[in-house]
C-alpha cells in the first residue's frame, strides 16, 4: 500500500519528466562521438563534439529545485533590444540567431529554454556515471547515445565503477543558435563541479577523488525540428571544453 510520501514522489518524478520532454529535440547531422568527461587517465584520446541542454531537479527536500515561474511566449514582434536581455547582447551573433529561431517557432523562449537545458546537463551526466540507459536514450540523438552507450559498455566490461555527485552549475550561456533548414540548434557552455572517481572490481580508486570538486566545462549542442509536433531537444553533439 503506497503512503502519502511514495504518492508525492511519484508525482513529482512524471513532473520533471514532462519539463524535461518539453524543453528538449532532434538530430542535425553534426553528431560526435561523445567522450569520458570525468576520465583523466583516457582524456589524451577523448572525442570531441558539441551541444547543450538542461532541466530541473527536485533538492535534497523533495521540492523541485530552480523550477522557474510560468512565464508568457516570447513575443516574436518584441523588439530585439528587450527580446533576449540576459541571454545575448544586441547584436550579437547568438542574438541574431535566437531571432531566427524565433521567426520560426513562435513563442519560443531563451530563458525557459536555458532553464531546461540547466537540468537536462545534470541529468545527462549523472546517467552517464550510472550507466542508465534509458534515461540516455531519451534525452540524446541516435550517434550520440551509440557513443555513450558504447562507453558504459566499455566500462562495465573492465568491471569498473563511476561515482559522480553534482554540486552545481556555476554558468550556463548560449554561445551559438541558428537554424539550417527547418533545424534549429542552440549550442551552451556549461561550467560546474563534480566529485566523480572511477573504482575497479575490487573497489579500489583508479581514477579521480572522492573526496576533490573539480571544475568541468562542456560544450553541448541541442536541436529540434522548428514548427514540429514534437516539442523536445535532444543533445547532437559534446565537447570537452579547454
Do not use: C
Not at 37 to 56: C, E, I, L, M, Q
Not at 137 to 160: H, M, P, W
Not at 168 to 184: P, W, Y
Amino acid at each position: 500500500m503506497f503512503d502519502i510520501y511514495t504518492i508525492i514522489f511519484l508525482a513529482l518524478a512524471v513532473f520533471i519528466f514532462i519539463r524535461l520532454r518539453s524543453v528538449l529535440g532532434q538530430r542535425t547531422g553534426r553528431e560526435r562521438p561523445p567522450y569520458d568527461p570525468y576520465s583523466r587517465r583516457d582524456a589524451a584520446n577523448a572525442p570531441t563534439g558539441a551541444a547543450d541542454k538542461v532541466v530541473n531537479f527536485p533538492d535534497r527536500k523533495g521540492e523541485p529545485a530552480g523550477v522557474p515561474e510560468p512565464v508568457e511566449p516570447v513575443d516574436a514582434d518584441e523588439p530585439a533590444p528587450a527580446r533576449w536581455t540576459g541571454v545575448a547582447e544586441v547584436g550579437s551573433a547568438v542574438a541574431n540567431g535566437l531571432d531566427a529561431i524565433a521567426a520560426q517557432e513562435r513563442g519560443f523562449d531563451a530563458k525557459h529554454f536555458l532553464e531546461g537545458a540547466r537540468g537536462a546537463y545534470e541529468m545527462i551526466v549523472v546517467a552517464f556515471a550510472e550507466g542508465d540507459r534509458a534515461t540516455l536514450k531519451n534525452l540524446l540523438a541516435k550517434d550520440v547515445y551509440d557513443g555513450f552507450n558504447a562507453a558504459i559498455t566499455e566500462r562495465e566490461s573492465r568491471g569498473e565503477k563511476m561515482e559522480t555527485r553534482f554540486v552545481g552549475i556555476q554558468k550556463a550561456d548560449i554561445i551559438e543558435a541558428l537554424v539550417r533548414g527547418r533545424t534549429a540548434q542552440i549550442t551552451l557552455r556549461f561550467v560546474s563541479q563534480l566529485i566523480s572517481v572511477t573504482r575497479d572490481k575490487a573497489g579500489a580508486v583508479i581514477d579521480g577523488d572522492a573526496e576533490q570538486v573539480v571544475d568541468v566545462t562542456d560544450v553541448w549542442t541541442f536541436s529540434r525540428d522548428v514548427g514540429a509536433r514534437d516539442p523536445n531537444w535532444k543533445l547532437v553533439a559534446t565537447e570537452a571544453a579547454s
